[in-house]
């Protein structure tokens, strides 16, 4: 038990105080020659292949048991080796019926990443996926010369489906590792959901003339951003100041608070938006038009979500309370369970650091509150908090190991 907690805290000092400026590392062209003339298939044919599938034949290189999971627009592999997935397009080829799928493969905490192609032959099952019918599905591969097939093994349990955990990106996915797109941005708005995450954890700051930009440093900084023409805190320049004179890491731009939630509800299937309230002042004055806004465009378009402001100090709960209105909406307290029940919190956000709280978060539970534990990387302390944890959500870089464990363990 000691060495597990001077483990905890070591990981807590290098994740607070050891962030440094990762390297952008898009993910590689693929080759999409075989989806040449395949026609578009939904999502919602797709999700029939969601499951559990094992290596049957071929290289073990990217592993041996993957998760299967389907996004709006990609399917994914989520593997028992250090974290691999595999994301990946697809498309019916009429000619011959089957399913053709192109993308990439990486590590989560490596950068090492590659090409690869998929296809299901009519024989291995494409035309029973279109009627819904999996149970002798395969899907076979071919990675840097390297082939491979992945045999549908089994369905989610009804224990992991009914766990709806939340596994929602810290601000991006792998952002302490060379990430694919640089934090709190558009890019990683629209394709976190690839990753595994079904919700984003966003910074927010305030601007001069008030509006609410996604953004985690206090200051601007080359972590983040390429050296420009002016620096010092946000709050100095106005958002045509901001938008006019910087640029992310990666060549975007800064997103707008709005922004960043018109692209959440408008091309992403995610549930949950987590907003990090910076501080400011009259912070929620400003957020409140905009996140009932966004709920009515959610429901314009039958979207089912959750945007949250969290609560992380007493003066951002201090701000809340300057605003009444605000109370209807749903709100994430860090402090404690006791703070969470006073404000009234949706949800309670403790750091990962604090343990197992077994007791609070049955406390949390009984007054029908949620409870996500932030910001768990390391992946046997994901485990750990999984098999003998009650929360329900993570906040994490690396969701693959999330992905995994959900759906294998129960």
């Given at each position: 038990m000691k060495q597990l907690t001077t483990n905890i805290f070591l990981l807590f000092f290098l994740l607070c105080f050891g962030c440094n400026k990762s390297e952008i590392i898009r993910p590689p062209q693929a080759d999409e020659s075989n989806l040449v003339a395949t026609q578009a298939l939904t999502d919602t044919t797709m999700r029939a292949m969601e499951g559990i599938?094992?290596?049957?034949?071929?290289?073990?290189?990217?592993?041996?048991?993957?998760?299967?999971?389907?996004?709006?627009?990609?399917?994914?592999?989520?593997?028992?080796?250090?974290?691999?997935?595999?994301?990946?397009?697809?498309?019916?080829?009429?000619?011959?019926?089957?399913?053709?799928?192109?993308?990439?493969?990486?590590?989560?905490?490596?950068?090492?990443?590659?090409?690869?192609?998929?296809?299901?032959?009519?024989?291995?099952?494409?035309?029973?996926?279109?009627?819904?019918?999996?149970?002798?599905?395969?899907?076979?591969?071919?990675?840097?010369?390297?082939?491979?097939?992945?045999?549908?093994?089994?369905?989610?349990s009804a224990a992991a489906i009914n766990k709806n955990f939340m596994i929602i990106a810290h601000h991006g996915v792998q952002t302490t590792v060379d990430p694919p797109y640089a934090e709190n941005s558009l890019l990683g708005v629209l394709h976190d959901e690839d990753y595994g995450v079904n919700g984003l954890e966003f910074d927010i700051r305030m601007t001069k003339d008030n509006v609410p930009i996604c953004i985690h440093d206090p200051a601007i900084s080359?972590?983040?951003?390429?050296?420009?023409?002016?620096?010092?805190?946000?709050?100095?320049?106005?958002?045509?100041?901001?938008?006019?004179?910087?640029?992310?890491?990666?060549?975007?731009?800064?997103?707008?608070?709005?922004?960043?939630?018109?692209?959440?509800?408008?091309?992403?299937?995610?549930?949950?938006?987590?907003?990090?309230?910076?501080?400011?002042?009259?912070?929620?004055?400003?957020?409140?038009?905009?996140?009932?806004?966004?709920?009515?465009r959610a429901a314009a378009q039958k979207r089912n979500v959750i945007i949250f402001a969290g609560l992380p100090s007493d003066e951002v709960i201090s701000e809340l309370h300057e605003q009444p209105s605000y109370a209807d909406l749903p709100t994430l307290c860090e402090q404690s369970?006791?703070?969470?029940?006073?404000?009234?919190?949706?949800?309670?956000?403790?750091?990962?650091?604090?343990?197992?709280?077994?007791?609070?978060?049955?406390?949390?539970?009984?007054?029908?509150?949620?409870?996500?534990?932030?910001?768990?990387?390391?992946?046997?302390?994901?485990r750990n908090?999984?098999?003998?944890?009650?929360?329900?959500?993570?906040?994490?870089?690396y969701p693959a190991y999330v992905v995994y464990d959900i759906y294998t363990l129960f």
């Open positions: 599938y094992k290596l049957s034949s071929g290289t073990d290189v990217l592993g041996k048991q993957f998760v299967c999971k389907v996004s709006r627009f990609r399917v994914s592999f989520f593997s028992d080796k250090e974290g691999i997935f595999i994301i990946l397009k697809y498309g019916l080829k009429v000619s011959d019926s089957s399913i053709q799928f192109s993308g990439f493969w990486r590590y989560t905490e490596k950068s090492e990443q590659g090409k690869i192609q998929f296809s299901i032959s009519k024989a291995n099952g494409a035309t029973d996926l279109l009627k819904g019918i999996v149970k002798n599905l395969a899907v076979t591969g071919v990675d840097a010369g390297n082939d491979m097939k992945l045999q549908y093994d089994r369905a989610f080359t972590r983040l951003t390429v050296k420009g023409p002016i620096s010092g805190s946000w709050d100095q320049y106005t958002f045509k100041t901001v938008s006019d004179f910087i640029t992310l890491i990666d060549g975007q731009k800064v997103p707008t608070l709005q922004e960043a939630l018109n692209a959440f509800i408008d091309s992403t299937k995610l549930t949950y938006f987590w907003m990090d309230i910076k501080g400011n002042n009259d912070v929620f004055k400003y957020l409140e038009p905009i996140i009932r806004n966004a709920y009515q369970v006791d703070r969470a029940i006073e404000n009234k919190s949706k949800f309670y956000g403790p750091r990962f650091s604090q343990g197992l709280l077994l007791n609070d978060v049955a406390k949390a539970h009984s007054n029908g509150i949620k409870v996500i534990s932030w910001t768990l990387n390391d992946k046997d302390l994901i908090y999984i098999q003998n944890g009650q929360f329900d959500g993570f906040i994490t870089d």
